[in-house]
Structures are given as structure tokens and as C-alpha cells.
């Protein structure tokens, strides 16, 4: 493995081609007349307002308004898709196609390269995630591909089952995809599939669960059948993919996600409705008999306890990625909804399934992503450069087995990139996170730090911050959400 890794792909042609026909589809399949498209900036920011500040109105769903799914299928898919487009092209989607000489031995058999791949998204809305695969991955693009696109609403899925068509018609007629839809509830959409999929996908869903299930068991009770139903459903080698808002509870419903599928230690936070006494509990693995069944693949550089999970910690896992596929036409709209960005926000979580019969001791993942010396370890950037008195250049936030760290001299990194680190002895007085140098940036250190020298690393996922991790994570990076468009200078000092 070479670092840097960059997480986010900039735009290709054929995405940015496909996000200016979105529009066309779009008004294919949704007509405006002229009242309706001035009402449109109006009609986004009520959308955004309920879908982010005032989510008790969720319990209304948007897709009974045509003025609200209009908005949606103008403001939200379009930059859902900007925000995936640039996130999909640099996941490990795929696993290498093998074809075993026989079924092994639980009667589960790897997929092969020529069997069907098959896609299940879930909570598809207008078919966001399928659209986003279809133009970012051109490797998925030429396969014959069945995609089953499953939500409880159907009208929707209509929609977005049209809006394919029209793209694919315009832009790529030969790409034998086969995009069907499902009317199922989440709980009850895995049990009407047929055939193993390779690929599961979540865009935006998992805090819609949170939220229409307020009154109907936990989320974490849904989140626990959603991990089994995948295990069930996927054979070993397939992904689970779950995107959400670089929100806090986009990134502590990742998290979530992901200390359930590992058996890693429940979360502990102030809005968490299970935290009495929860730090030292753990999770039975998802997938049922005490084994696990997953390992992580992105974005964490680690298998340990989430740092972000840790007790006093109010910070939360996100990346920014950029904006610059926005066609004109969608940032003018945004802008004239008050909606404006410069950067999309958002929080995910890639698994693999796992072979049942892998040998225990290799399942936790964290020997591929040690490098080199114990010393050396991968680190993911997890926020925007800010000024690190004392230290030249601007610093980073990074996530690494030994928790939170704190990178000087990483403005030049691109963003959310998994690169090595060396640890120093030195801790960060504010945040509590070990202070780390890159590969030939050691001199970046500063010689005097606001750190604790020597101070033992507080291991990742216990003890509370001495320091307000959350305060530089949350200045740097997208905070709430997606980066708003502002005049303010882009370096912050602390
Ligand atoms: C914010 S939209 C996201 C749509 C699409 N995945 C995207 O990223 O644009 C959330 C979708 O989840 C669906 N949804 C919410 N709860 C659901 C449930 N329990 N079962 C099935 N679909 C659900 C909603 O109908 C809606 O289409």
C-alpha cells in the first residue's frame, strides 16, 4: 500500500456530463410550470429545514408533496449525488472475483466473475445511490448489473427508475444495467430478495430510522437486524455501504454501525439513551453465534474502539469532500435558497463480510494496517488544517489505533486521506490527542508544544479528554453539515 491515499476522485467527464443531464431528466419526469420553478428556492429551504432542524415533521413524509419531492429530486439528488460521485470511485466495492473449485464448507460459495452482480439499495428514495454507482464507476457501468432499488415510499422510486432511463438513454445506451424497485419496508425488504447480493448501499437513511423510530424500539434494535439481515444476505467478499450527512448524528449513527458489526464497546454520549453504565459493555458481534462477520474497510485506518466514541469526546467522524462538480445551475439555486456550499459533509461506513470459516485470529483487521515500524501507523485525516501555535505549516486531525492524533505540517494532504504517521511521546494539552509526524516532516513537531510531554496515550475509546477535541474538529471541518459558502478566513488559529 503507497501513501498518501486520497479518499475523494475529482469529477470525471462522464459524471460531470451526467450531473447536467440529471436537470434535463429531472424536468422529464417532473415538469415545473413557472410558478412552481420561482417557488422552487423556497420549496428547497423547507425541505432542508425538515430534513435537518425540524425532523419531527418527518413523521409526514416529504414524498406525498409534489412541492417538496420536487425539491428533492432538484436540490438533494442532485447534490447527493456531487457528495458520491466523489466519494464511490475510490471505495474497494468490488471483491476480486475468484471462483472456488467447490461450495465451502458452511455451503456458501464466493462469487464469481461471471455470476450476476447484484446491487440492493435500501431506502433508495429516487434510486440516489444506484444513479451515483452508474456514473462514478464505470467498472460497475459495463457489467450486467441488476440493481433492486427498495424503499417504503413507491412514488419515488418511479421517479428515479425514469430518471435513469433518461440518463442512460442519453449517455450510455449500451450499459447493461437492469434496475428494478422494491415497495418494502427496511425490516422487511431483505426477506423479499431474491439472490445474494454483492453490494448493499444506504444513502441518508440510517438517521431517518433514528428518527421514525423514536417510538418504535431503538435504533440500535434496527441497526442490529440490519447488520444481520446483511450477513445473512451477502456472500463472503460482499460490502455493506452506509452514507450519511457529515452531520454528528450522520457520523455517531456510523459509528454505531460500526462498534455493532466489530463487538466494540457501546458509545457513551449525551444524547444517548443507552449510555447509563455503557462503557465497559460490549456488543455481541452482529451476525449472530458470537462470531464476527465483518471487517472494516473504510474509512477507519484501524480495527480498535472508535477515538470519536470515546467518553467526553464531541467530536464526530466526517469528511468533507469538494464541491467542484456542482453544475452552475445547482449552486445558483442553492445560493438563491440560502443554501449555499463549498463543500459537501459526510460521514460513511464500508464493510466486508467476511468468510465464515476465516480463522478468528485474522479477522480483526488491524495487522494490514500497520506499517513498518510499530511506531509507523496509517492514519486517517479526519479535518481540515487549522494553525498549531509553535508548529510550522497547519495541522490536521487524524484517526489511528492509538486514538486521536495530531498531525502538524498535513494542509498539504487532500482531504480524508489515509496516509502514515509517526507517533512522538507527546500529547496535545487541548484535545488530548498524540501528537504525530509524517514521513519526512519530523522537524514539524514543534520543539515546545501545548502538550503534556511524556504523558501516556489515552488509549482510544476510554477515559475522558482533558482537552475539547470537539472544539478544533468542529472549527475545522464542516461542523453541522455541508461546509456553507462564507467570506470568514479559511485558517483558523485556536
Ligand atoms: C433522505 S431519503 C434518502 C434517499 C436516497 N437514498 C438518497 O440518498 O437520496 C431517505 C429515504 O429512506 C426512506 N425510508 C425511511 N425509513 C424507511 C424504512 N423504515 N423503510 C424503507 N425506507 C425508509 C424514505 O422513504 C426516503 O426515501
Same mark, same amino acid.
Given at each position: 500500500?503507497?501513501?498518501?491515499?486520497?479518499?475523494?476522485?475529482?469529477?470525471?467527464?462522464?459524471?460531470?456530463?451526467?450531473?447536467?443531464?440529471?436537470?434535463?431528466?429531472?424536468?422529464?419526469?417532473?415538469? /415545473?410550470?413557472?410558478?412552481?420553478?420561482?417557488?422552487?428556492?423556497?420549496?428547497?429551504?423547507?425541505?432542508?429545514?425538515?430534513?435537518?432542524?425540524?425532523?419531527?415533521?418527518?413523521?409526514?413524509?416529504?414524498?406525498?408533496?409534489?412541492?417538496?419531492?420536487?425539491?428533492?429530486?432538484?436540490?438533494?439528488?442532485?447534490?447527493?449525488?456531487?457528495?458520491?460521485?466523489?466519494?464511490?470511485?475510490?471505495?474497494?466495492?468490488?471483491?476480486?472475483?475468484?471462483?472456488?473449485?467447490?461450495?465451502?464448507?458452511?455451503?456458501?460459495?464466493?462469487?464469481?466473475?461471471?455470476?450476476?452482480?447484484?446491487?440492493?439499495?435500501?431506502?433508495?428514495?429516487?434510486?440516489?445511490?444506484?444513479?451515483?454507482?452508474?456514473?462514478?464507476?464505470?467498472?460497475?457501468?459495463?457489467?450486467?448489473?441488476?440493481?433492486?432499488?427498495?424503499?417504503?415510499?413507491?412514488?419515488?422510486?418511479?421517479?428515479?427508475?425514469?430518471?435513469?432511463?433518461?440518463?442512460?438513454?442519453?449517455?450510455?445506451?449500451?450499459?447493461?444495467?437492469?434496475?428494478?424497485?422494491?415497495?418494502?419496508?427496511?425490516?422487511?425488504?431483505?426477506?423479499?430478495?431474491?439472490?445474494?447480493?454483492?453490494?448493499?448501499?444506504?444513502?441518508?437513511?440510517?438517521?431517518?430510522?433514528?428518527?421514525?423510530?423514536?417510538?418504535?424500539?431503538?435504533?440500535?434494535?434496527?441497526?442490529?437486524?440490519?447488520?444481520?439481515?446483511?450477513?445473512?444476505?451477502?456472500?463472503?467478499?460482499?460490502?455493506?455501504?452506509?452514507?450519511?450527512?457529515?452531520?454528528?448524528?450522520?457520523?455517531?449513527?456510523?459509528?454505531?454501525?460500526?462498534?455493532?458489526?466489530?463487538?466494540?464497546?457501546?458509545?457513551?454520549?449525551?444524547?444517548?439513551?443507552?449510555?447509563?453504565?455503557?462503557?465497559?459493555?460490549?456488543?455481541?458481534?452482529?451476525?449472530?453465534?458470537?462470531?464476527?462477520?465483518?471487517?472494516?474497510?473504510?474509512?477507519?485506518?484501524?480495527?480498535?474502539?472508535?477515538?470519536?466514541?470515546?467518553?467526553?469526546?464531541?467530536?464526530?467522524?466526517?469528511?468533507?469532500?469538494?464541491?467542484?462538480?456542482?453544475?452552475?445551475?445547482?449552486?445558483?439555486?442553492?445560493?438563491?435558497?440560502?443554501?449555499?456550499?463549498?463543500?459537501?459533509?459526510?460521514?460513511? /461506513?464500508? /464493510?466486508?463480510?467476511?468468510?465464515?470459516?476465516?480463522?478468528?485470529?485474522?479477522?480483526?483487521?488491524?495487522?494490514?494496517?500497520?506499517?513498518?515500524?510499530?511506531?509507523?501507523?496509517?492514519?486517517?485525516?479526519?479535518?481540515?488544517?487549522?494553525?498549531?501555535?509553535?508548529?510550522?505549516?497547519?495541522?490536521?486531525?487524524?484517526?489511528?489505533?492509538?486514538?486521536?492524533?495530531?498531525?502538524?505540517?498535513?494542509?498539504?494532504?487532500?482531504?480524508?486521506?489515509?496516509?502514515?504517521?509517526?507517533?512522538?511521546?507527546?500529547?496535545?494539552?487541548?484535545?488530548?490527542?498524540?501528537?504525530?509526524?509524517?514521513?519526512?516532516?519530523?522537524?514539524?513537531?514543534?520543539?515546545?508544544?501545548?502538550?503534556?510531554?511524556?504523558?501516556?496515550?489515552?488509549?482510544?475509546?476510554?477515559?475522558?479528554?482533558?482537552?475539547?477535541?470537539?472544539?478544533?474538529?468542529?472549527?475545522?471541518?464542516?461542523?453541522?453539515?455541508?461546509?456553507?459558502?462564507?467570506?470568514?478566513?479559511?485558517?483558523?488559529?485556536?
Amino acid at each position: 500500500m503507497s501513501f498518501p491515499q486520497a479518499l475523494f476522485s475529482t469529477p470525471t467527464p462522464f459524471v460531470r456530463r451526467g450531473l447536467d443531464a440529471l436537470a434535463r431528466a429531472v424536468d422529464l419526469v417532473m415538469p /415545473l410550470n413557472a410558478a412552481r420553478r420561482r417557488e422552487l428556492p423556497d420549496a428547497c429551504r423547507d425541505l432542508s429545514a425538515l430534513l435537518t432542524t425540524e425532523r419531527d415533521g418527518l413523521e409526514r413524509p416529504y414524498w406525498t408533496s409534489p412541492r417538496l419531492t420536487s425539491a428533492y429530486l432538484r436540490y438533494f439528488l442532485p447534490w447527493n449525488l456531487v457528495r458520491l460521485t466523489a466519494l464511490l470511485p475510490g471505495l474497494p466495492l468490488t471483491a476480486p472475483a475468484t471462483r472456488p473449485s467447490g461450495a465451502e464448507e458452511n455451503g456458501t460459495a464466493t462469487a464469481g466473475a461471471n455470476d450476476e452482480f447484484l446491487i440492493f439499495d435500501l431506502g433508495s428514495g429516487p434510486c440516489t445511490f444506484p444513479l451515483a454507482l452508474w456514473l462514478a464507476r464505470p467498472d460497475l457501468r459495463r457489467l450486467p448489473v441488476t440493481v433492486v432499488a427498495s424503499d417504503s415510499a413507491p412514488h419515488p422510486l418511479d421517479l428515479g427508475r425514469r430518471i435513469f432511463d433518461a440518463l442512460r438513454a442519453e449517455l450510455d445506451p449500451a450499459s447493461p444495467w437492469t434496475l428494478r424497485t422494491l415497495r418494502a419496508p427496511l425490516h422487511a425488504a431483505p426477506r423479499l430478495l431474491r439472490g445474494r447480493p454483492r453490494l448493499i448501499t444506504l444513502g441518508n437513511v440510517l438517521n431517518e430510522l433514528e428518527e421514525r423510530g423514536r417510538r418504535g424500539g431503538s435504533v440500535r434494535g434496527r441497526l442490529a437486524a440490519l447488520l444481520d439481515d446483511a450477513a445473512r444476505l451477502l456472500a463472503p467478499g460482499g460490502r455493506l455501504l452506509a452514507v450519511e450527512p457529515g452531520t454528528r448524528q450522520g457520523g455517531r449513527l456510523t459509528a454505531t454501525l460500526r462498534d455493532m458489526a466489530l463487538g466494540c464497546a457501546l458509545r457513551n454520549d449525551e444524547d444517548d439513551e443507552d449510555r447509563d453504565g455503557a462503557e465497559n459493555d460490549w456488543f455481541e458481534p452482529a451476525g449472530g453465534s458470537g462470531a464476527l462477520r465483518f471487517r472494516l474497510l473504510a474509512p477507519c485506518s484501524h480495527s480498535g474502539p472508535c477515538p470519536m466514541s470515546a467518553r467526553g469526546v464531541t467530536a464526530w467522524c466526517h469528511v468533507n469532500a469538494p464541491a467542484e462538480a456542482a453544475p452552475t445551475a445547482l449552486t445558483e439555486l442553492s445560493r438563491a435558497a440560502g443554501l449555499a456550499k463549498e463543500s459537501v459533509s459526510l460521514a460513511f /461506513l464500508l /464493510l466486508e463480510r467476511l468468510n465464515d470459516n476465516a480463522p478468528l485470529s485474522a479477522r480483526p483487521a488491524d495487522a494490514p494496517f500497520r506499517t513498518g515500524t510499530p511506531a509507523r501507523l496509517t492514519a486517517r485525516l479526519i479535518s481540515d488544517a487549522f494553525v498549531l501555535p509553535g508548529a510550522p505549516g497547519r495541522a490536521r486531525y487524524a484517526c489511528t489505533e492509538q486514538g486521536l492524533a495530531l498531525i502538524p505540517d498535513a494542509a498539504f494532504l487532500p482531504p480524508g486521506a489515509l496516509c502514515e504517521a509517526t507517533s512522538t511521546p507527546r500529547v496535545d494539552a487541548k484535545s488530548g490527542a498524540r501528537i504525530m509526524t509524517l514521513p519526512g516532516r519530523e522537524a514539524a513537531a514543534p520543539a515546545r508544544t501545548p502538550s503534556r510531554d511524556g504523558a501516556s496515550p489515552r488509549p482510544a475509546g476510554q477515559g475522558r479528554a482533558s482537552g475539547r477535541p470537539g472544539e478544533r474538529l468542529r472549527a475545522a471541518p464542516a461542523g453541522r453539515a455541508d461546509k456553507k459558502r462564507s467570506t470568514s478566513k479559511r485558517t483558523r488559529k485556536r
